[in-house]
């Protein structure tokens, strides 16, 4: 009898429309350099997560009692003490840039969609996060974009990573320097 993974579990138990933007969006991620997006699904089955560890990106599909969702962000390491804590990168605000030199629609529907931080750590929240685009700005939850659930929104994902991709193409091609790490105590969290 022929194992199943974890991953074909869960595709099976989703409606066919959220199951064939999944398997897309699983194919078109892990087929990305230099970004090398790694899946891995949660002990209870309800989330696959992809990262991008080097440059610190993630990208998550969750059910949680029958809804779904996905998001997007430039995730924290929390290892060790809340003066450690880092992220490795955030391109938010030069990404979105470059997008909206050939499709400002979808910089303006990630930036619109940035998760805004109330601070639920109150001001000093270490997640905290000051983005700008088009003259507007944001305080984030650390750069995660909550996306809606259709067609579109799978698409914009896909074409966000994609302008990742390039932006860090490019930057390998210039020999930039690998992303240091942004110690959160250390950050900007304010407008």
């Known amino acids: 009898m022929e ?26 991620l ?8 790694k899946r891995s699904i949660d002990k209870h089955g309800t989330k696959i997560t992809y990262i991008a560890s080097v440059y610190g990106v993630s990208y998550t ?13 430039w995730y924290i390491v929390y290892n060790g003490k809340p003066e450690t804590w880092h ?4 391109y938010m605000n030069e990404i979105l840039d ?22 639920c750590h109150g001001e000093r929240c270490l997640a905290r996060t000051p983005y700008s685009y088009n003259n507007l700005k944001k305080l984030t939850c650390h750069g995660r974009v909550s996306l809606g659930i259709n067609h579109n929104d799978f ?33 900007k969290r304010s407008l």
């Open 30 to 37: 892990k087929s990305l350099r230099p970004l090398r997006f």
């Open 155 to 187: 698409n914009d994902a896909r074409e966000f990573f994609n302008y990742l991709n390039i932006f860090i193409s490019k930057k390998v091609a210039n020999d930039d320097p690998l992303p240091e790490k942004i110690i959160l105590v250390n950050s």
């Open 61 to 73: 599909f969750r059910v949680s009692s029958g809804e779904y969702t996905h998001e997007l962000n």
């Open 87 to 90: 992220r490795k990168a955030d």
């Open 98 to 119: 470059d997008i909206s030199n050939t499709d400002p629609k979808l910089s303006e529907e990630i930036f619109s969609s940035l998760v805004k931080c109330n601070g």
């Open 3 to 28: 194992k199943r993974s974890r991953f074909n579990d869960i595709l099976l138990e989703l409606p066919e429309e959220y199951r064939k933007e999944i398997l897309e969006t699983d194919e078109f």
